[in-house]
């Protein structure tokens, strides 16, 4: 295949595909594209290592691409990718040690507090509006709070 006035053999594309999969897994990364852009640069090297029909390099990057992936996945199982921040998706679980100012009194095991500014269900003992209560747990999205230490 001719390109800007280059002959390219197809080993050439399949390398080039592979470059170009491992760019877009740097710009939105996703551990996803990688595996297919090692699949598509494996088939480059079958393809110039070996004399194959193209049509033969299309069935082998679509094995390849499967293998890679399954890969991938049993790797990334055995080997978890470690957060620095593991409540950083957590709104609720980051708020535990916190001290809130009860809103809506709390009673029968149910009332409202102010986080920042929002407010909050919350469940703990009876307190009246006004009372700073500690944030203990998280049940869904209902605050489980207790009364703050002076």
Not at 13 to 36: C, H, N, R, T
Request: proline share 5%.
């Amino acid at each position: 295949m001719m390109i800007f006035g280059v002959m390219l053999e197809p080993h050439w594309w399949w390398l080039i595909l592979g470059l170009a999969l491992a760019i877009a897994e740097i710009v939105v990364p996703g551990v996803f594209l990688i595996w297919i852009g090692a699949a598509a640069a494996l088939t480059g090297l079958v393809a110039l290592l070996l004399p194959i029909p193209v049509a033969a390099d299309f069935v082998f990057f679509a094995v390849a691409a499967i293998a890679m992936i399954y890969a991938g996945r049993r790797w990334l199982a055995a080997h978890p990718i470690e957060t620095s921040d593991p409540l950083l998706n957590n709104r609720a679980g980051r708020l535990i040690g916190r001290n809130v100012v009860v809103v809506e009194e709390i009673s029968g095991g149910e009332g409202r507090v102010k986080v920042d500014d929002g407010v909050w269900n919350a469940s703990g003992p009876d307190a009246a509006a006004g009372t700073r209560v500690r944030i203990v747990g998280v049940e869904g999205e209902r605050l489980k709070v207790e009364p703050a230490e002076v």
